[in-house]
């Protein structure tokens, strides 16, 4: 990589990181990293591998969201199922952990939309 001496790699990929953050166009990254002296080549291989980190990045995270979230749905979902078989079976009150499951089904919808959007 033929990069401006007083900035090192690690240098470059932060400052691409940035400008991803900032939403800059691949096309502007490529022409901002052109200006502080990489090659134009070197530019679009930088930009390509931080887009690729950030894709991801994403995607990790969206796989989390539905994983947190289906796991606070199925755990809100079998502590109300079972207290009320329960309660049904041997009398008594049940509980509806409805904020477990609100939560969950939102979270996972919002990991599923994240991993849909990003793909």
């Known amino acids: 990589m033929e990069i401006v001496e007083e900035l090192s790699v690690q240098e470059v990929y932060d400052y691409t990181a940035r400008l991803v953050v900032a ?3 691949d096309a502007e990254i490529e022409r901002e990293l052109v200006e502080k002296g990489l090659a134009v080549e070197d530019a679009a291989v ?3 591998n ?3 980190q950030f894709q991801e990045a994403y995607k990790e995270q969206a796989i989390s969201n ?3 979230g289906g796991l606070w749905f ?3 979902s079998l502590v109300t199922g079972g207290t009320y078989y329960l309660a049904s079976e041997q009398g008594g009150s049940y509980f509806m952990t409805w904020g477990a499951i609100i939560f ?3 979270q996972f ?3 599923a939309y994240q991993y849909m959007k990003n793909n």
């Open 23 to 25: 939403g800059k166009s």
């Open 50 to 52: 931080m887009r690729n």
């Open 46 to 48: 930088v930009t390509q």
């Open 104 to 106: 969950g089904g939102f």
């Open 74 to 76: 199925l755990g809100g």
């Open 66 to 68: 539905m994983r947190t």
């Open 109 to 111: 919808l919002q990991g």
